[in-house]
C-alpha cells in the first residue's frame, strides 16, 4: 500500500494543524492505521491508532487533544491536533498494515508491527 501524508506546518502554541495521509493499493476498510512521529536521534513514538472498526487508541501525552479519524471512502486516514505544545514537534509518519493478531497496545508500542509507510510530514510548533 502507498501512503502519502500532508497537512504538516510551522503553528504556534496552542494552535491547531490537521494531518492527512491518502492510502492506494490495498482494500483501505481492511487496514489498521496508525501515526507514529519521531525527532532526530530520538525514537519512533506511537501518537495514535485506529483499527478496521473505528476503535481508536492514544499515547497518554496526546490524550483530549487528538484526535484520529479514518473515511473508508475516500481512504483517508486524519489526525486532528489542537492544543498543540512545542514538545508535539516532529516529523509525523502514517503507517498501515492488516490488522491480524494486532491489538492496540501492541500498535502504539511496536512500529514494526506495521510494514508500510508514508514519507512523513514535518510538524513545528513554536512557542
Known amino acids: 500500500v502507498q501512503l502519502v501524508e500532508s497537512g504538516g506546518g510551522s503553528v504556534q502554541a496552542g494552535g491547531s494543524l490537521r494531518l492527512s495521509c491518502a492510502a492506494s493499493?490495498?482494500?483501505?476498510?481492511?487496514?489498521?492505521l496508525a501515526w507514529f512521529r519521531q525527532e532526530p536521534g530520538q525514537e519512533r513514538e506511537g501518537v495514535a491508532y485506529i483499527d478496521r472498526d473505528g476503535s481508536t487508541r492514544y499515547a497518554d501525552s496526546v490524550k483530549g487533544r487528538f484526535t484520529i479519524s479514518r473515511d473508508n471512502a475516500k481512504n483517508t486516514l486524519y489526525l486532528q491536533m489542537n492544543s498543540l505544545k512545542s514538545e508535539d514537534t516532529a516529523m509525523y509518519y502514517c503507517?498501515?498494515?492488516?490488522?491480524?493478531?494486532?491489538?492496540?497496545?501492541?500498535?502504539?508500542?511496536?512500529?514494526?508491527?506495521?510494514?508500510?509507510w508514508g514519507q512523513g510530514t514535518q510538524v513545528t510548533v513554536s512557542s
Open positions: 493499493g490495498w482494500t483501505y476498510s481492511r487496514l489498521c
Open positions: 503507517a498501515a498494515d492488516l490488522c491480524y493478531g494486532m491489538t492496540a497496545a501492541q500498535a502504539l508500542n511496536v512500529s514494526s508491527l506495521f510494514a508500510n
